[in-house]
C-alpha cells in the first residue's frame, strides 16, 4: 500500500508539473529544452508462462523527463506503474525518441529500456511464494501533435516485454526459480509540456 501512496504522490507532482505549477527556465527555450510528459496506456496481452500464454490485460501510467538534444531526439529518464490482472510493476526506464520532421506534427520512434520492481497480489501474502521484477523493454511508433508553444498530445502503439521470476518453496523446503515473461501490445495517449 505505502507503494500505491508513494507512486500516486509521484504522478500528482507530475500532473501538477505538466498543467503549468512550476516556473519555465528561458535557457530551457533553445535547443537543450527539457521536456515532460505523462502518458496513460491500456495493454492488450499476456503471461508467457510453461510454454503457455495467459491473457492478461491491464493499464500502464508513465512520467517522463526528456532533455532535446537535437531537434530530431530526445533522451530521457522515466518511472511509472503498471497494473495487470494480478501482478504490478513498477519500471526505472531511459527513453530515446526520435522524430522524422521537426514538425507541429511528427511521426516519432520511441524506446524504452530499464528494470521494473514487481509483485503478485495473489502470493503476496503467502511466505513461500515472492515474485521479483526484472529487465523491462518498449518500442513503438507514434505521432506528436503540438496544440500550442506549451503543450502537445501524444498518440503511440507499441510492444512492450517484462521480464519477471516466481521463486517459491515446496516440501523439505525445497527452493525453485520460474522465468515469466509478459508480453503485450500497448496503446498511449500522452501529454507533453514543451
Not at 496506456?41 to 499476456?46: D, N, P, V
Not at 532533455?67 to 531526439?73: E, G, I, N, R, S
Not at 516440501?171 to 501529454?191: A, C, K, N, P
Request: proline share 2%; hydrophobic share 35%.
Amino acid at each position: 500500500m505505502m507503494k500505491i501512496r508513494k507512486l500516486f504522490f509521484i504522478v500528482l507532482l507530475s500532473f501538477c508539473q505538466i498543467l503549468g505549477f512550476s516556473q519555465e527556465n528561458d535557457s530551457t527555450k533553445e535547443l537543450y529544452r527539457l521536456r515532460t510528459r505523462l502518458d496513460v496506456s491500456y495493454l492488450f496481452g499476456g503471461q508467457l508462462y510453461n510454454d503457455n500464454f495467459i491473457y492478461n490485460p491491464g493499464y500502464n501510467i508513465q512520467f517522463t523527463n526528456s532533455l532535446q538534444l537535437h531537434k530530431d531526439f530526445e533522451v530521457g529518464i522515466g518511472t511509472g506503474y503498471t497494473s495487470l490482472v494480478n501482478e504490478r510493476f513498477v519500471p526505472i526506464y531511459i527513453e530515446t525518441l526520435g522524430y522524422k520532421k521537426n514538425k507541429k506534427n511528427s511521426p516519432f520512434i520511441k524506446f524504452q529500456v530499464g528494470y521494473s520492481f514487481g509483485w503478485n497480489n495473489n502470493t503476496s501474502s503467502l511466505q513461500n511464494y515472492k515474485m521479483k521484477g526484472g529487465i523491462y523493454f518498449n518500442a513503438g511508433v507514434g505521432r506528436k501533435i503540438e496544440l500550442n508553444e506549451r503543450y502537445s498530445v501524444l498518440f503511440h502503439w507499441g510492444y512492450c516485454h517484462q521480464f519477471a521470476s516466481l521463486e517459491y518453496n515446496i516440501f523439505e523446503g525445497r527452493e525453485y526459480s520460474e522465468s515469466v515473461s509478459f508480453d503485450m501490445l500497448q496503446i498511449t495517449f500522452g501529454l507533453i509540456k514543451h
